[in-house]
């Protein structure tokens, strides 16, 4: 099924990114994790793509599929030419995947420069007109933001963006992770002023610890609100800082929920623990259905 569809039914969804292995040594986590949240009822997932284990990510959207019954997308990005990003797409659509996330991909390392591998694939919405335009049956994601990219000249130059994507033939977007609400609304209600139309879902990350705030922080432009700043600085060890994240995305799952977002979307960065903390709050709260 596409995932615009389960968007647009009428109750939130609950979703969850998994990052695909960087080796072998991480299979065994991610195959926990992926089990163990299975059990609570999401309505998809996605597994993010890294060019060095590329097939471990096509390999592991299809055995979610088959084997959780959960519908599954995989990510895509620009790290392919176009016969390999082909080869790729009709991979996908024989072995029955119904969904991908267009993206354009990050780059190296923080301020280095984004190479594209194929000109003609520099931009995710270049590789969302490529799905469109080779008469793909995929549903068709893709990724905006609610702040200022590192990359981006201002925020104006981020709504271009995801206009130009949206354009170009995404059916549904998916943020950066935020930590301020009042970002997202921002976002939503200037994208239905101008007709974008297309469902928007909020990215969550509750907070793991203190070195993982830094790194998202700086690859996302996400800004830290002063008082969850505050209450981090304050924490002695990163277990007090997680307790902390696990509360702060609660409050902002329940404000989002209030307003009729089409869905939550967390990233799991492949751990279960807290995204069962938060699932539970919210469904004790009656927020969510069991």
């Known amino acids: 099924m596409r995932i615009a569809e389960l968007l647009n039914r009428g109750r939130p969804t609950v979703s969850f990114e998994f990052m695909a292995p960087r080796d072998e040594s991480e299979v065994e986590l991610l195959e926990r994790t992926v089990a163990t949240l ?5 309505d998809w997932v996605s597994v993010t793509y890294r060019l060095r284990t590329g097939e471990k990510t096509l390999e592991l959207v299809t055995r979610i599929k088959r084997h959780y019954h959960i519908e599954a997308m995989a990510h895509l990005t620009c790290a392919n030419n176009r016969d390999e990003t082909r080869r790729i797409l009709n991979w996908m659509e024989r072995e029955g995947i ?12 923080p ?17 969302v007109k490529f799905v469109r335009g080779n008469g793909y049956r995929l549903g068709i994601g893709a990724a905006c933001s609610t702040e ?21 033939g995404a059916d549904f977007l998916i943020t950066q992770l935020f930590f301020d609400n009042r970002f997202y609304f921002d ?40 008082v969850l700043q505050r209450a981090i600085d304050e924490q002695p060890d990163d277990e007090g800082i997680r307790n902390i994240g ?24 492949n751990r279960a623990r807290a995204a069962i903390q938060i699932l539970g709050a919210l469904r004790g709260q009656q927020m969510l259905a069991s």
């Open 246 to 269: 696990v509360e702060h995305c609660i409050k902002q799952c329940a404000e989002l929920l209030e307003a009729g977002v089409p869905g939550l979307h967390f990233y799991t960065f």
């Open 111 to 127: 301020g280095e420069p984004f190479q594209p591998v194929d000109p003609a694939l520099a931009h995710g919405s270049d590789l």
């Open 38 to 42: 299975s059990g609570h009822a999401p």
């Open 148 to 168: 200022k990219h590192p990359e981006s000249p201002d925020l104006e130059q981020e709504f271009r963006y995801m206009r130009l994507k949206v354009d170009s």
């Open 187 to 226: 976002l939503v209600a200037r994208a239905r002023a101008e007709g974008i139309k297309v469902p928007i879902v909020p990215g969550l990350m509750p907070i793991p610890s203190r070195r993982s705030l830094a790194f998202v922080t700086q690859m996302s432009g996400a800004s830290v609100p002063e």
């Open 98 to 109: 119904a969904n991908v996330l267009a993206l354009r991909g990050d780059p190296p390392g």
